[in-house]
């Protein structure tokens, strides 16, 4: 594309002694821009010279006392050819102005990049599009919520990124604290967790001297964790819904749960079209919705009833589900009855059936760590182990009669104690 630059002396407009001043002008895509030329380099002219200023071949004819005229813009012509021919294949993505600012040597003022901006770029461009999680994703989300009420509470919505520093962080962090918003510490240290890698990246990349985040954490005190009891378990099975018959479903989806390990999403995502069933038993096969790591084992057979007991079920055959859909909400507020009709010392959550499933496994001493990775769905990366061998059919056979034992063990035996019970 055609580019040309120009020396042109413009009227002057309140100056000393009505010297006119030489500008640059450049042309280039249909557009102009042009700058004044330092004193320094072309000195001011009268109206008087003006008038031996030839603007067709851009010099002063009188080559003794305009000398110093004719050769900076002799110097400025060469200095925009050779800028067009060494630049010749990326002269496309220049503007007049950027031709304009290398000839006078001009430094472009360097634009504010604002805190609020390139965090929210950082979340679309590199975390949204990333291999990550669905959920770890929508927490950096949530995190970055979090962080944008801060900077509109603090009236700091146009600082800049270079401009936050150790005092804003800490502010920040005592935000989450705060009883107006409310938050755990172990909620407002997850919320840092989420905030830490975008100035981490930004002070890697030396777009930031420092890292304001640097030693800035919450301490919390961790939360043990509460546990279905084999007890609880074989309560739960034998348990009995003649006065609450709305009951039985949420039970058997917690026994689902807890024969398997598939977490809320996982079991009614996956359709009952996909059950691989084989003369060695039926067996399951997906990728977790969390991580995208494939979770595979056969099923028990506590979970081949409880797939033969709906088969038939309206919502099952519309739906093709494992069993009939219910609200995440739902499930939890209804174990909560459950837990208390079994007489368990905790409330009960989907949560406490995928960790019971993992008690499960420990039990029956199963510590081939890649049958458990597969078994739970966990990650194998950095586990040399994984690139030779694989949890194949055979190994995850063994496991379901080693599972098969332990679960009817739990529920066979509160028979027993019952039949007693009723014989004394």
Request: aromatic letters at 12%; charged letters at 30%.
């Amino acid at each position: 594309m055609k580019t040309s630059i120009k020396i042109h002396w413009p009227k002057p407009k309140r100056t000393k002694e009505g010297l006119y001043q030489a500008y640059l002008r450049t042309i280039y895509k249909g557009k102009k821009c042009e700058a004044k030329v330092k004193e320094e380099y072309l000195k001011p002219i009268t109206e008087e010279d003006l008038l031996l200023w030839d603007s067709a071949v851009q010099r002063f004819p009188n080559q003794i006392r305009f000398k110093q005229h004719n050769d900076y813009i002799a110097e400025l012509e060469n200095k925009h050819a050779d800028t067009i021919y060494r630049e010749r294949d990326s002269i496309q993505f220049e503007t007049a102005q950027s031709i304009r600012n290398k000839l006078l040597n001009r430094m472009p003022m360097a634009k504010k990049i604002l805190l609020i901006d390139a965090y929210d770029h950082f979340i679309n461009k590199s975390i949204l599009p990333s291999a990550k999680a669905a959920g770890t994703k929508r927490n950096y989300v949530k995190s970055f919520n979090h962080f944008k009420e801060f900077l509109n509470k603090e009236s700091l919505t146009k600082i800049g990124l270079s401009e936050f520093d150790r005092k804003h962080a800490n502010a920040f962090k005592d935000y989450l604290l705060s009883n107006k918003l409310g938050l755990m510490a172990v909620s407002a240290h997850s919320v840092l967790k989420n905030v830490k890698p975008f100035f981490t990246r930004k002070f890697d990349n030396d777009e930031i001297q420092k890292n304001p985040f640097n030693k800035v954490f919450v301490k919390f005190e961790p939360t043990e964790k509460s546990d279905i009891t084999e007890k609880d378990f074989a309560a739960l099975y034998h348990l009995k819904f003649t006065e609450y018959p709305n009951l039985e479903l949420y039970r058997d989806i917690f026994l689902f749960m807890s024969c398997t390990g598939m977490i809320y999403q996982d079991l009614f995502a996956y359709k009952r079209s996909q059950l691989i069933k084989t003369d060695k038993g039926t067996k399951i096969s997906f990728k977790r919705m969390k991580s995208g790591i494939l979770c595979e084992q056969f099923t028990v057979n506590i979970i081949e009833d409880l797939l033969t007991k709906y088969e038939n079920d309206p919502h099952v055959q519309i739906e093709d589900g494992l069993i009939p859909k219910r609200g995440l909400n739902e499930i939890n507020k209804n174990l909560k009855l459950l837990s208390l009709m079994v007489g368990s010392k905790y409330p009960w959550t989907t949560y406490h059936a995928r960790r019971f499933f993992s008690e499960a496994i420990s039990d029956v001493e199963i510590a081939d760590p890649i049958v458990v990775s597969r078994l739970m769905g966990h990650s194998t990366h950095g586990n040399v182990l994984a690139r030779y061998r694989k949890a194949k059919d055979k190994k995850l056979r063994r496991v379901r009669k080693k599972l098969n034992r332990y679960f009817s063990k739990l529920v066979e035996q509160r028979d027993q104690n019952e039949s007693k019970l009723g014989a004394a």
